[in-house]
């Protein structure tokens, strides 16, 4: 049989798409060598307890210690913030818009939340600290100019719409004879929403809620404009502190040639970032896709 | 009479409590919609009063400066465009790629579902990261430097996800009988994807990649991380130039202590958010036109 040149070129082209597609998990490979490489040159020099576990962080300094919990901590305090504003915020919003709301309100109210994500950070770092941290510093005494609170609850803003609009499809896509049936055995729509829907949405709305944890604590220009520079353990919201995005954004501002030490801490502190929101979205993959077959 | 009105009484009251919860649960959660829009108008009203001033056809025309009033965005806007149009470039034929093939050829094997899960994951990555990843492997393993074509490949990264998902959705939404058809009268698999499947699917990959390319256009850390230059006096002049984009020179001007350079930066954000507006206008434009014509 002949091979057609129509045939051949069916081929070449089925094969140059395949390695399109094929070239996305060489992304992934690329992050993770990169990241690795440094990481390891990193921890030849600086000894991993001593990384872990260290509760002081100055690279930058003369007197150089590598503890990475101030930063981690930095991270866990702002984005603690920014759950506390999104997930009560979000899930009240996700109920209304699901359960109460008529469908014309619902129709205009979601595009315009999902600006809010389409807001480009660097505008709600602005944001945080020429307008927020001003006006809660004329209630809050003692908060700095840079704090944890002002970025943390303007990144609970940035990510409301993807706690709401997440949580909104999981409530809806809860069965309607479940709500029925509580309507039937006379239940109010709050009883049918809180002890019913929102109990069989629960997979849909943790889903939600962890993918967000993992945007809080990826997100980088609030935090460096708004949060300060200083690598601080510290529960206070009132006081500078550093996150880890911030650091990476601090040692790239600044003239660090490669291969030194300084240089392969924002890599090592790439790595902690990467590999943390990693197992939280394959954790809120996991829960969505359970809750898909839930209701399938 | 007393005896049987009590407990009906006690009921209607007990009925009545009941629905003011849930006429509180609906107050509460409405008012709640309320208030994150109401932050959002906030955020807009902030900007447009702290920089609506500022903005002249001087600041838009004039390179950076150590004067806060003779300073302008020329550069970075600039910057900003070169680096986005050659983004699109690099991200626009893996991303559409790559989503014919997971959409049009896929066999379910291993291999795609592997490519799948990867795909989502990659789009959950902060953005950071991507940024670090450009730092290793374009500015020092590809020696491309700190210029406008190790940004725009980063940025490619970034997008490609969201690229390859949005032009996905377009695609299945094309019906099977316009391929059976094709088949029918002895088209080719990739005959009938190219004269049949991505006619149809334009409209929607169109909207999707101005979207994926307004999330690249607000991008800053990526940009920074890979050593953006945050202070250029001179436009781009090719692929190898030093550059800036808008939100760093944004970001510069909102770190500096002085007043007149947050004017600045909020003026620089209104650019920056027009500029957003029309992009998503565009999009918005054509999904209306592409719905009309499908229903």
């Known amino acids: ?296 | 009479m007393n005896t049987i009105a009590e407990p009906v009484a006690r009921k209607t009251r007990g009925i009545s409590l009941r629905h003011t919860g849930d006429r509180l649960l609906a107050s509460f959660g409405f008012l709640v919609m309320l208030l994150a829009l109401a932050a959002l108008a906030t955020l807009l009203f902030d900007i447009i009063h702290d920089g609506a001033g500022r903005l002249s056809w001087q600041f838009v025309t004039s390179y950076p400066s150590r004067l806060p009033e003779q300073a302008g965005i020329l550069a970075a806007l600039a910057g900003s465009v070169f680096v986005i149009g050659l983004t699109a470039v690099v991200a626009i034929p893996l991303g559409v790629g790559a989503a014919i093939y997971l959409e049009e050829y896929e066999q379910r094997g291993r291999l795609s579902r592997i490519i799948e899960i990867n795909i989502s994951n990659l789009a959950g990555v902060p953005s950071i990261i991507y940024g670090l990843l450009g730092l290793g492997l374009f500015v020092r393993m590809l020696a491309m430097g700190r210029s406008v074509m190790a940004g725009a490949c980063t940025l490619a990264l970034l997008v490609l996800p969201v690229v390859i998902i949005s032009t996905r959705e377009a695609l299945r939404a094309v019906p099977g009988s316009l391929r059976e058809a094709s088949y029918a009268l002895g088209a080719t698999k990739w005959q009938t994807i190219q004269s049949q499947v991505l006619p149809a699917a334009f409209p929607g990959i169109l909207t999707g990649l101005i979207l994926a390319l307004s999330r690249a256009v607000g991008e800053t850390a990526p940009l920074i991380t890979i050593g953006a230059l945050t202070y250029v006096p001179f436009l781009p002049d090719g692929v190898w130039s030093d550059f800036t984009v808008l939100p760093i020179q944004i970001f510069n001007w909102v770190s500096r202590p002085q007043a007149a350079f947050a004017e600045n930066a909020a003026a620089g954000i209104l650019v920056l958010l027009l500029l957003l507006l029309a992009m998503n206008s565009i999009a918005i434009v054509l999904r209306d036109r592409f719905q009309r014509r499908a229903g």
């Open chain 1, 1 to 296: 049989m002949r091979v057609r040149a129509r045939d051949f070129v069916e081929l070449v082209i089925e094969r140059s798409l395949f390695l399109c597609a094929a070239g996305s998990i060489l992304i992934t490979l690329g992050i993770v060598l990169v990241l690795l490489f440094e990481t390891v040159n990193f921890l030849r020099e600086v000894p991993i307890s001593d990384f872990l576990f260290g509760t002081v962080w100055t690279p930058l300094f003369l007197n150089k210690q590598f503890g990475v919990l101030p930063l981690v901590g930095g991270t866990l305090l702002t984005s603690s913030i920014a759950m506390g504003v999104a997930l009560p915020a979000g899930l009240l919003t996700a109920i209304y818009l699901s359960e109460y709301a008529a469908n014309g309100v619902r129709r205009y109210v979601r595009p315009v939340l999902e600006v809010l994500a389409g807001v480009p950070t660097v505008v709600y770092g602005y944001f945080a600290l020429q307008f927020v941290t001003p006006v809660l510093q004329g209630f809050i005494p003692g908060l700095a100019g840079f704090n944890a609170l002002g970025p943390g609850i303007v990144m609970g803003l940035m990510i409301l719409p993807l706690v709401s609009s997440l949580s909104e499809d999981a409530l809806r896509s809860v069965p309607s004879g479940l709500r029925e049936g509580a309507y039937a055995l006379g239940a109010t729509r709050m009883q049918t929403s809180l002890r019913v829907i929102v109990p069989a949405a629960f997979s849909g709305i943790s889903a939600a809620a962890i993918l967000a944890i993992s945007r809080a604590i990826g997100e980088t220009m609030i935090v460096a404009i708004a949060a300060g520079q200083q690598p601080r353990l510290t529960l206070d919201p009132r006081v500078p502190v550093e996150t880890m995005t911030a650091y990476i954004v601090q040692v790239s501002l600044g003239d660090t040639p490669a291969g030194t030490l300084e240089y392969r801490t924002i890599f090592a502190v790439g790595m902690m970032l990467f590999l943390g929101t990693f197992a939280l979205n394959l954790a809120s993959n996991r829960l969505r896709n359970r809750f898909r077959e839930e209701y399938a």
